[in-house]
């Protein structure tokens, strides 16, 4: 079946540090792709979605690119904040249906 | 904005005991889910509903009934509750399928001694 892989649990940085999570999926044909962000005690928010290959994604200063070559969605932020510190998930929506499958998610913590 | 409100927000339980956590949206979606999150899993969906009457078999559905009841109301029920049920449970909705955005409510820490 389908599924979402994302290689990194947790991720330390600074203030002003690049940011990548990698994010890798399996599916047929072209599945739309999300990035949903959690804060502590809150639900999963939107951050934004791609659903063709090259569409490039982006929120909030935070960007990902389609790549069905490489079957990646990965995230990218060029100078992240304290603000930012959350749980990150990516996520693919099947091509029949409503379904979501999201991947493990990863723990961004960022330093002052 | 889509409005999703949980309740209880948290609830405690013993084994082999009788739950029912309840969702409510307020901006006429048509689809509601119920996902379950736990460390290293991420989030596995339950059951979901594309309208009152309805309902849909998730991923993880072993344990779980599901009623919607509405529009706006998406119940999960836990008859026989077993540690393992132990949860953050979200409820979701979107105002259509695939491709949609999915709104997700606060969550209900559920404790199954």
């Known amino acids: 079946g389908d599924s979402v892989t994302q290689t990194e649990g947790q991720v330390a940085l600074s203030e002003e540090d690049f940011l990548t999570i990698h994010c890798n999926y399996s599916a047929s044909g072209y599945p739309a792709l999300f990035w949903y962000v959690q804060y502590p005690g809150e639900g999963p928010q939107f951050l934004f979605r791609a659903s063709r290959d090259k569409e490039k994604g982006s929120s909030r200063g935070f960007e990902a690119t389609y790549d069905k070559g490489t079957t990646s969605f990965h995230l990218r932020k060029a100078s992240v904040q304290e603000s930012d510190s959350a749980v990150y998930y990516c996520?693919?929506?099947?091509?029949?249906?409503?379904?979501?499958?999201f991947g493990g998610g990863t723990r961004l913590t960022v330093r002052p | 904005e889509a409005a999703v409100t949980q309740s209880p927000r948290n609830k405690v339980t013993v084994t082999g005991g009788n739950v029912t956590l309840s969702c409510r949206q307020t901006?006429?979606?048509?689809?509601m889910y119920w996902y379950r999150q736990d460390t290293g899993h991420g989030l596995r969906l339950i059951h979901y509903s594309y309208g009152a009457g309805n309902l849909q078999i998730g991923d993880v559905p072993d344990g779980y009934k599901a009623t919607r009841t509405t529009q706006e109301d998406f119940f999960l029920l836990l008859e026989l509750a077993s540690p393992s049920q132990t949860s953050l449970y979200f409820c979701?909705?979107?105002?259509?399928?695939?491709?949609?955005?999915?709104?997700f409510g606060p969550g209900t820490r559920l404790t199954v001694l």
């Open positions: 979701a909705s979107s105002a259509t399928g695939t491709g949609d955005e999915q709104y």
């Open positions: 996520a693919l929506g099947h091509n029949a249906g409503a379904k979501l499958t």
């Open positions: 901006n006429s979606h048509n689809y």
